[in-house]
């Protein structure tokens, strides 16, 4: 996995800072209670659900783009939108990939493994 994140210097976002790249996620452990919680009534297969819920859960994301990225509050002001909802929408499908290969007994990697 590469992810990659565009920080720009202001919040009219046309000078970049620089590019925040990540090869795995890093998350939080209550965080990841709430997404193990929370993703169950999730359809990977739904996009529209899947926005519904990186929308609601834009505080859990933040906590999620600073840990993998390395970015700050204010480092965060300065990220398009667009191009985060992109990649939090990857991150919650990972994720769920990830759980649904667990729960369906898939598991011969730890979670850490996993993640």
Do not use: H, Q
Not at 3 to 30: Q, S
Not at 38 to 47: A, C, F, Q, R, T
């Amino acid at each position: 996995m590469n992810l990659k994140l565009t920080i720009y210097t202001n919040d009219e976002l046309n000078e970049v800072k620089r590019v925040a790249e990540a090869e795995r996620l890093k998350i939080p452990y209550r965080v990841s209670i709430y997404l193990i919680s929370s993703l169950e009534n999730v359809s990977i297969n739904d996009e529209n659900d899947l926005i519904k819920f990186v929308a609601s859960s834009m505080d859990k994301l933040d906590k999620i783009i600073k840990a993998t990225f390395g970015v700050s509050e204010a480092e965060l002001e300065c990220v398009d939108s667009a191009e985060l909802i992109n990649v939090g929408t990857e991150l919650y499908k990972w994720a769920m990939d990830k759980l649904k290969n667990i729960k369906s007994g898939n598991n011969s990697k730890n979670l850490v493994e996993a993640v």
